[in-house]
């Protein structure tokens, strides 16, 4: 409450009238002393006009006696001062929290700059690491074959081709065996050794079990062989295209004077030597190879012997990969800090930066059905209490009111929330916030007073005016 000047008149004067305490002149004022309560002056022209002014709380107005006015001021006074020492108590209260305030104001901003000055040459260096580092990846990914797990991927349909190939020239080729058998029993020839055991096959059917026993192609065969749409599609050099070309010259089964056994026999032949050249092809692929330790163990990490140089290459791959991820991620780190220290250093925090530390804390009030919250400097929405949701009613756009009526360090009194959610046929949502002296930061009103503008009342320590120190009590006396 706003100090009243002690010094009065030791008698009631009527400023403007020749005659004290008559209402002679209009224009007069009349002094009504009001012991243990507050002096007022009233016009003159309502002394001894029959009415008890409460002005005068101690009836001196109608000091004629026309109407008896009972003296009310030791009551009124007892009142005001009670009222007055509450209020007094909760000044001093809410200005102790705002000191805190504004310690924490001071504090951050001594270290804001520094913080600044540090993140920002934090970033440079930051920035610099990451083109070295982004630098070294982009070498270590040039010298080094892409990761085995990726080519196993993408020859994936090569790999089960080429074993349903081998499984489906393996079966033809017993049949091929037998039919030679045939072939040798219908011509007479003696029964020799087993054709697996001839001189010309034994090194395919070497690489054809260390292929069954390396890739598992012994596995129960389900389905029908892959057929490949060209017929050569196995062969790896042109040397087994021209021979399967020239065995496949089934001249012996053209003519009508040819015998059956010599039809049978030679194309058992072309057969035999199409599948050499099948196996061999097959069985020799050096993808195998690379992707032996992930047959194994079904993807897992490779093995030892001559995979150690490519592990090691990936191993590389990946350290530099990890290295650039890191800067990264602590370069958007430092950024993110030093913007919003920017941010926070450029804004208008009121009197002794006092707002800072109640920066984007929220608030709400229930009003029904709708929640209304407002984050301090920063924005409002009216939401709903049953899903807590609902439109923006603006983001803080300055302080004052709307109108721009205040000046000084009244504006910062009032705060200004604009461009809201468009209302339905009306303007954007928008708030103002007025404030007042409080011991909490606590809403205690919502109004519309028209279509989509909102106004709130609210309480904080932060706009409490006076010095920390205890007020003086009220004198009793006066």
Known sequence: MASIPRTFPATPRNYGSDEPGTSACNNGLFFCLNKHHVPQYIPASKVNDGICDPECCDGSDEYLGSVKCPNKCKELGDET??????????????????????????????????????LASESVSLESQLESATHQLSIAESQTPPPIHDRLAKCADRVNSLKSRAKYLRDKFTQYESALEI??????????APLRDEPTMVGVFEKVQLFVDTYGIADPYMGEPIESEDDEFYLDNESDKLSVADDGNLEACESSDSKLTECLSRTAQVSLNSFKSGVS????????????????????????????????????VERARA?????????????????????????????????????????????????????????AAQKSVDNDY?????????????????????????????????????????????????????????????????????????????????????????
Not at 106 to 113: D, G, I, L, Q, V
Not at 411 to 422: A, I, R
Not at 446 to 459: A, I, Q
């Open 281 to 316: 092809n097959i069985v020799g692929w050096p993808g195998y190879k690379k992707i032996l330790p992930f047959l194994k163990s079904g993807g897992g990490e490779t093995g030892s012997g001559s995979d150690e140089g490519s592990a090691g290459d990936l191993v590389s």
């Open 81 to 118: 001062r009670q009222l007055e020492e509450k209020l007094l108590k909760i000044r001093k209260t809410a200005l102790k929290i705002k000191k805190t305030y504004v310690d924490h104001a001071k504090s951050a901003a001594s270290s804001r700059k520094s913080q600044i000055d540090n």
């Open 183 to 192: 072939v040798r029993i219908l011509n007479g020839v003696p029964p020799s």
């Open 390 to 478: 609902g439109p923006s009613l603006g983001t803080f756009s300055k302080w004052g009111d709307r109108d721009n009526t205040l000046e000084g360090p009244e504006k910062y009194k009032t705060m200004v929330y604009e461009f809201g959610e468009q209302c339905w046929n009306g303007p954007q949502r928008s708030l103002q916030v007025s404030l007042e002296c409080g011991t909490e930061n606590q809403i205690f009103s919502v109004s519309e007073p028209s279509k989509c503008v909102y106004n709130m009342k609210m309480k904080s320590p932060a706009v409490c005016d006076g010095d920390i120190e205890e007020p003086q009590k009220v004198q009793d006396e006066l």
């Open 323 to 379: 290295k650039v991820s890191a800067i990264e991620s602590r370069k958007r780190e430092v950024d993110d800090k030093l913007k919003d220290l920017r941010t926070r250093d450029g804004m208008d925090f009121g009197p002794n930066g006092v707002w800072e530390m109640l920066y984007q804390k929220c608030f709400n009030y229930v009003i029904g059905e709708y929640k209304y919250e407002v984050c301090m400097l920063d924005k």
